[in-house]
C-alpha cells in the first residue's frame, strides 16, 4: 500500500470531529510543503471478529463506506478541496491500515480522538498505536469539540 511520493500526507478519516479537524490540518500542511493528502478510512465488516454476525452483503457495505468517505470529505472541504484529496478506503484494523498507508509518507495526520474515544481519555486508541508504531512523524489533532 506505500507509496513512493515526495510530500505525501496520510490522514485517518473515521467520522469524528476530531479526524474532520486532522484532515483540515493535512490539506494546509501540503499546501505548505507542494505535497498532496491521502485521506484513509478502515474499513471493517460488522460481528467480522465474533463467532456470530448479521448476514452482511460484503460488496454493499463497502460501497456504501467508500460513498460516506467521498462525502465526509466534500463536507469537510468543500467540492473542490474533496477534489484535491485521494480516498482510500482499505479493509481492515484502523491502526493497522494507517501504519501501511504511512509508509515513506511524510507525516500521518490523526484526530486525538475517534468515534469510540472516551471524552476524558488524552488519546484514542488509534492515535495512541500510531504514535508510537509509525516510521514517520506523527501529528495528533484536537478538535475544538474535545
Not at 478502515?42 to 463497502?62: F, N, R, T
Not at 491500515?97 to 486508541?125: K, P
Request: proline share 3%; aromatic share 4%.
Amino acid at each position: 500500500m506505500a507509496m513512493e511520493t515526495s510530500g505525501r500526507v496520510v490522514v485517518g478519516i473515521d467520522g469524528s470531529a476530531s479526524s474532520h479537524a486532522a484532515l483540515r490540518w493535512a490539506v494546509r500542511y501540503a499546501d505548505l510543503i507542494g505535497g498532496n493528502v491521502d485521506a484513509v478510512a478502515a474499513w471493517e465488516l460488522p460481528g467480522m471478529y465474533s463467532w456470530s454476525g448479521p448476514v452482511v452483503d460484503a460488496d454493499l457495505d463497502e460501497d456504501n463506506a467508500r460513498q460516506g468517505l467521498v462525502q465526509e470529505l466534500r463536507d469537510v472541504l468543500g467540492t473542490e478541496g474533496a477534489a484535491s484529496v485521494r480516498a482510500l478506503l482499505v479493509r481492515g484494523n484502523p491502526a493497522d491500515v494507517l501504519l501501511r498507508a504511512a509508509e515513506g509518507a511524510e507525516a500521518l495526520v490523526v484526530g486525538s480522538h475517534g468515534r469510540g474515544g472516551f471524552a476524558r481519555a488524552l488519546l484514542g486508541s488509534v492515535s495512541h498505536r500510531v504514535a508510537q508504531h509509525a516510521d514517520c512523524p506523527v501529528v495528533i489533532v484536537r478538535s475544538k469539540a474535545s
